[in-house]
């Protein structure tokens, strides 16, 4: 299983499920891998979120014909918005 696929299969749960509602092993389960898989090729749940965002980010604002500049301030928020979700979730 490479970093691709893992990527690739993270942003399809996050779109079926949201972002809150996807678990690493969620991911490893649907990419027929293991947990510890998914996290050796990306450091952290927040980073493989992070990162799936920014993909789905990235996908979106081609469709739409957004500039550049504004995906690059959607994505630089993207970390930030990782971080509460995992923080609203923990209370």
Do not use: W
């Not at 980073?47 to 500049?69: N, P, W």
């Amino acid at each position: 299983m490479r970093r691709p696929e893992i990527l690739a299969t993270t942003v399809e749960l996050v779109r079926e499920h949201g972002l809150s509602n996807v678990r690493v092993i969620d991911v490893a389960g649907r990419a027929g891998t293991s947990p510890a898989s998914v996290i050796y090729h990306f450091a952290s749940k927040d980073q493989l979120f992070g990162q799936a965002v920014t993909k789905s980010l990235e996908a979106a604002a081609i469709e739409l014909g957004c500039r550049e500049s504004d995906l690059q301030e959607a994505a630089a928020r993207v970390p930030v918005a990782i971080q509460s979700s995992n923080a609203g979730g923990a209370q």
